[in-house]
Every structure is written in structure tokens, then in C-alpha cells.
């Protein structure tokens, strides 16, 4: 290879890193202002996060405590950034979507774009199941180690940290937020042809194992976090199964078809005769 074959080969490179970095600026700078607005509504935020705990508590039974000075302001601080992921979000799945589209053709680009829409209405089902349903039930569960306590035993109260909540319910709304993106990572590595119905069905046992491994990193220590969490994956692999059987039957792809072809491209052998056509000995 020539050096003008080089650098014409290095050129489109760089323009490729370029409009990269400027999609990152924008999505970084769009994540910046959000999470300062967020900040200045970051109690309205407080409020709304807590609500779980306080209906679990009962009312006016229930507070939650400081161990630093600094620990309020640094949880705002987290509050606001967690704001400012879920509001820029969109923005930045769009910025996403802008660095990538140029490079499709226009039939993949109208492909694609009902999944970049159903990518922040599939985040904001994940965390709503985590605020009505998960976070509930796993607040029932842990508040019912209490006890009262007597003459010969101590009274076992629940005394919550602001961080150490925040941060569990901050966690699960992005863990399930996230993993509810699985049917659209799936159908996208479909439609490139990475991956296919047959693969898939292929592999749900692994699939099975991985999603309550990861349900179990990601969620508290408590069996109502981790199936909360791993049973909707399943469904939605499942679900994923079915849109990428249907891709493909539109596209007139046949999975299993690569398997029988090759066996009906091989000629046969016959026992008696060799390849040159001698009779074998």
C-alpha cells in the first residue's frame, strides 16, 4: 500500500473521530445543564424517592439519618446527577442515533427508528416496576426484621442512612431502566446479523443463568430484588425471540436454512468407489 493510499484511508478516520468527540460533547454538555437543573429541584427529587420508604413506615413512623456533615450535600449532589441521566437520556440515545445513521442505508435508517423511540418508554417501564412494585414489597420485607423488643430483649428499629437509600433506589431504577433495553439490543444485533431466532432459542439456558446472575449483582442481598428483576428480563428475552423470528420472516430468512443447504450442496459418496472412480479394494 501506497503512503496515498494511507493517508486517503486515515482521512475518513479522522473525520469519523471528529464527529464522534462532537457527539460526546453534546451529549456530556446536555448532561451537565440537566443535572444543574436537577439540582435546584433536587429535594422536589428527594421527596419523590423517598416516598416507598415512608409509605412503608406508616404514617410519621419512619425517618431517615445523617453519620457526616458533608453526607446531605453529597447526596444531592447524586440526586442531581441521577436527574440528569434520566432526563438526558433521550438526548443522548438521539446523539447516539446521529452518529450511527449516516452509515446506514435508508431502509435500515426507517428500521431502526421505532426502536430508538421504544428505547426511553422501555427505561421508563423498568423504572416505574422498580418505584410501584419492587421497591415496595422489598421495603415490606426488610422493615419486618423489626421487633418491639421486652423485659430480656432489645427492640430492633430500622434507622436508614439518606445516601445508603438513595443510592439502593438511585441503583435499581437504572439496573432495571438499562436491562429493559435487551429487546432492543437484541433486534438491532438481529437486523445487522449478529444474531438470530435459532441462536436464541439455542441459547435460552445460558440466557437464563446470566439474567439472574446479573439480577443478583445488581440488586440487594433479597430474593424480592433479584426475581423482580430477572423474571421481566426473561420476559422480555422471550419477547426479543418473537421480534426477531418476525424480522426475519419478513425478510424471507430462514435460520435453519444455512444448516440444510450446506447438507444439500454436499455431494454423495458411494461406499463402493473411490473419488477417481476406481472400484475400492
Not at 28 to 52: H, M, S
Not at 239 to 255: C, F, H, T
Amino acid at each position: 500500500m501506497s503512503d496515498q493510499d494511507v493517508e486517503q484511508s486515515r482521512a475518513p478516520i479522522m473525520e469519523h473521530l471528529i464527529e464522534l468527540r462532537k457527539r460526546l460533547v453534546i451529549s456530556v454538555a446536555f448532561l451537565f445543564v440537566a443535572a444543574v437543573g436537577c439540582y435546584v429541584v433536587a429535594e422536589d427529587i428527594y421527596q419523590f424517592l423517598a416516598r416507598p420508604l415512608a409509605l412503608a413506615y406508616g404514617d410519621g413512623q419512619g425517618r431517615m439519618i445523617l453519620t457526616a456533615p458533608q453526607e446531605a450535600f453529597f447526596t444531592y449532589l447524586k440526586v442531581a446527577l441521577f436527574g440528569g441521566v434520566c432526563v438526558a437520556f433521550p438526548v443522548i440515545a438521539g446523539q447516539i442515533w446521529a452518529f450511527i445513521a449516516p452509515g446506514l442505508y435508508k431502509n435500515e435508517r426507517n428500521a431502526f427508528l421505532p426502536f430508538l423511540a421504544a428505547t426511553p418508554i422501555l427505561f421508563l417501564t423498568g423504572a416505574s416496576l422498580v418505584y410501584y412494585l419492587v421497591m415496595p414489597m422489598a421495603l415490606d420485607f426488610f422493615l419486618s426484621f423489626q421487633t418491639s423488643g421486652g423485659e430480656d430483649s432489645l427492640a430492633i428499629q430500622l434507622e436508614t442512612r439518606v445516601s445508603e437509600y438513595l443510592g439502593l433506589v438511585m441503583t435499581l431504577i437504572l439496573a432495571f431502566g438499562l436491562c429493559f433495553q435487551l429487546p432492543v439490543l437484541l433486534v438491532l444485533l438481529a437486523r445487522v446479523g449478529l444474531m438470530d431466532s435459532r441462536k436464541l432459542r439455542s441459547g435460552r439456558k445460558y440466557a437464563i443463568v446470566g439474567i439472574f446472575a446479573a439480577a443478583a449483582i445488581l440488586t440487594p442481598p433479597d430474593p424480592i430484588s433479584q426475581i423482580g428483576l430477572a423474571l421481566p428480563i426473561l420476559v422480555l428475552y422471550e419477547l426479543s425471540i418473537l421480534l426477531v423470528a418476525r424480522i426475519e420472516r419478513k425478510q424471507g430468512y430462514d435460520p435453519y436454512a444455512s444448516d440444510d443447504d450446506d447438507d444439500e450442496d454436499e455431494e454423495p459418496t458411494d461406499p463402493l468407489f473411490d473419488d477417481d472412480g476406481d472400484k475400492k479394494s
